[in-house]
C-alpha cells in the first residue's frame, strides 16, 4: 500500500471512527443508569470503588456482572454461579456466531479484539451496518469504545456516590436498559420471520421465568426463538427435502 493509499484511507477511517462513536451514544445515555447501579450494589455487596471499576472494566458484561454480585454474597458452590453466568451470556455465543462471518476481512487480532467488546447493542447495530456493506473496523471500535469507555465510568461513578440515591428500584432507573433492547428489536421488525421468531421467544422467556426461574429464561428464549428460526427458514426446508 503505497503513502498516497495510507492517506486517502485515513479520513475515512475518523470519519468511520467518529461515526461509531456518534451512533453509540444513545446506548451510553441508556445504559448509564444501570452502570450506577452496577457500581453501587457493587459497594453495598462489599467490593471497593476499585474493584468495582475493575470488574466492569474486565468483565464488560452488563447483567451478568449484577448476577454475579448477587451470587458472591451467598453460600452458592462456585460451579452453580459459573454455569448461572454462562445462562445469562449465552446469547453471546450466538452473536459470536451470527456476526463472525461478517468479521473475516478483518485481521485475526482485530476479530479478538472485536469480540471482547461484542455487547447486545454492538451486535445489533453492527449487524444493520454490516447489511449495507459499511462494518468497518474502525466504525466497530468507535463504537465500542465510546460504550466501553463510559460504561467503566458510570461503574465508578455509582460505587463512589451510589449512596446518594437511597432506593434506584423505586424510582425505575434500571428499567431504561431493557426499553432500549426492546427499541433494538423493534429496529429489526422489517425481517422476515420476525413477529413468530420474537413471539415464540417471548412467551418462552416468560414461561421459563416461572417454571425455571431466572437467568435461565433469557437462554431458553433464544434457543426457542433460534429453533423456530431454523425451522421456517425456507433455505432450511428445502435442505431438509432434499
Known amino acids: 500500500m503505497s503513502a498516497a493509499d495510507k492517506t486517502d484511507q485515513r479520513p ?14 444513545p446506548v451510553v445515555i441508556a445504559s448509564a443508569p444501570f452502570g450506577v447501579l452496577f457500581g453501587m450494589i457493587a459497594v453495598q455487596n462489599g467490593l471497593s470503588i476499585g474493584e468495582a471499576t475493575l470488574m466492569s472494566a474486565t468483565l464488560f458484561a452488563g447483567a451478568s456482572q449484577l448476577v454475579g454480585l448477587e451470587m458472591f454474597g451467598q453460600k452458592i458452590a462456585p460451579w452453580l454461579i459459573v454455569l448461572s453466568i454462562f445462562a445469562v451470556n ?36 453492527s449487524e444493520k451496518r454490516a447489511v449495507i456493506g459499511r462494518l468497518t473496523f474502525s ?7 465510546f460504550l466501553y469507555v463510559f460504561w467503566v465510568a458510570e461503574s465508578a461513578l455509582g460505587a463512589a456516590f451510589g449512596n446518594l440515591i437511597p432506593n434506584p428500584y423505586v424510582l425505575g432507573i434500571d428499567f431504561m436498559l431493557p ?18 421468531v420474537v413471539g415464540a421467544s417471548a412467551v418462552a422467556s416468560v414461561v421459563g421465568y416461572y417454571l425455571v426461574g431466572p437467568p435461565w429464561h433469557v437462554s431458553l428464549g433464544g434457543a426457542v426463538g433460534i429453533l423456530l428460526a ?9 435442505g431438509g427435502a432434499r
Not at 466504525?139 to 469504545?145: D, E, N, V
Not at 427499541?183 to 420476525?194: A, H
Not at 421456517?232 to 428445502?238: A, D, F, I, N
Open 230 to 238: 431454523a425451522i421456517l427458514t425456507p433455505g432450511t426446508r428445502r
Open 139 to 145: 466504525w466497530y471500535m468507535g463504537y465500542a469504545l
Open 12 to 25: 475515512g477511517r475518523l470519519a468511520d471512527f467518529i461515526d461509531g462513536a456518534w451512533q453509540s451514544l
Open 90 to 125: 449465552f446469547r453471546h455465543v450466538l452473536y459470536s456466531a451470527a456476526i463472525g462471518r461478517r468479521l473475516r476481512p478483518w485481521t485475526r487480532i482485530q476479530r479478538i479484539v472485536g469480540f471482547f467488546f461484542l455487547t447486545d447493542a454492538q451486535y445489533a447495530y
Open 179 to 196: 426499553i432500549y433492547f426492546l427499541g433494538m428489536v423493534m429496529d429489526f421488525r422489517k425481517r422476515p420471520l420476525w413477529l413468530p
